[in-house]
């Protein structure tokens, strides 16, 4: 019941193009849904995240939607760019605060590679 | 203002031997996680500590490993006799006190390799 399912393993994308990743989870107490970015060699980085009482965050480039009664939630990349390439992960945790806490379960990732 | 720092970023270890890894949060947060990444899989929780204990180890081996967060000074996460299969990168995140964000943000990583 903690695992968020993640796909595609990997994803080709054209300059210009949009890329979709899409996960899945099976906790309903799950609270928060981020986005992490990581590229060979360094350390995840946090793209952005949302929780459940929104449908859809946008920042920049980035589009998370969410969709609470598939238990479905998808990162958008609007004009891909080279620069994009990089492995990303969604995850999800528990709400933090109080006896509960925050910590991450991930999905398998996914290799995104943009042409130029 | 500092992110989370991790040292070493890399170590070689013989079978055997001891691993010690460091993380230092960000300032102001109280919150320490630790991660480990398989090559070519996701990150997987090991342990979460706040200043002097260990909140949930439910990721943890039952042998070999251990995590403290002291008063002062970084968190340590300690592998006795490794072995060839604890070779990964082991990343720390932290984040602020309970009940202000969720948000976890990552160190560098320690790649360990054993040999």
């Known amino acids: 019941q903690q695992q968020v399912k993640q796909s595609p393993q990997s994803l080709i994308v054209q300059k210009g193009g949009i890329s979709i990743i899409n996960c899945a989870y099976e906790?309903?107490?799950?609270?928060?849904f981020p986005w992490y970015q990581q590229f060979p060699g360094k350390g995840p980085a946090l793209l952005i995240a949302?929780?459940?009482?929104?449908s859809e965050k946008k920042e920049g480039r980035f589009t998370i939607s969410f969709n609470k009664s598939a238990k479905q939630f998808s990162l958008h990349i609007m004009d891909s760019q080279p620069g994009d390439s990089a492995t990303y992960f969604c995850?999800?945790?528990?709400?933090?605060?109080?006896?509960?806490?925050?910590?991450?379960?991930f999905g398998q990732g996914t290799i995104l590679t943009v042409h130029p | 203002n500092a992110g989370v720092m991790q040292n070493p970023r890399h170590l070689v270890r013989r079978r055997g031997q001891e691993a010690r890894l460091r993380c230092s949060p960000m300032?102001?947060?109280?919150?320490v996680y630790w991660y480990r990444q398989l090559p070519e899989e996701g990150l997987k929780f090991m342990v979460y500590?706040?200043?002097?204990?260990?909140?949930?180890e439910s990721g943890m081996p039952k042998e070999r490993f251990s995590a403290e967060f002291p008063k002062e000074g970084p968190s340590i996460l300690r592998i006795q006799q490794v072995v060839r299969g604890d070779s990964a990168a082991y990343f720390c995140?932290?984040?602020?006190?309970?009940?202000?964000?969720?948000?976890?943000?990552f160190g560098p990583g320690t790649r360990l390799t054993v040999l």
């Open positions: 300032k102001g947060h109280s919150h």
């Open positions: 906790n309903t107490a799950f609270d928060y």
């Open positions: 949302i929780r459940p009482d929104v």
């Open positions: 995140a932290s984040s602020p006190p309970s009940g202000r964000s969720n948000e976890q943000f």
């Open positions: 500590l706040q200043k002097e204990n260990i909140i949930d």
């Open positions: 995850a999800a945790s528990l709400r933090a605060g109080g006896t509960s806490y925050g910590k991450l379960t």
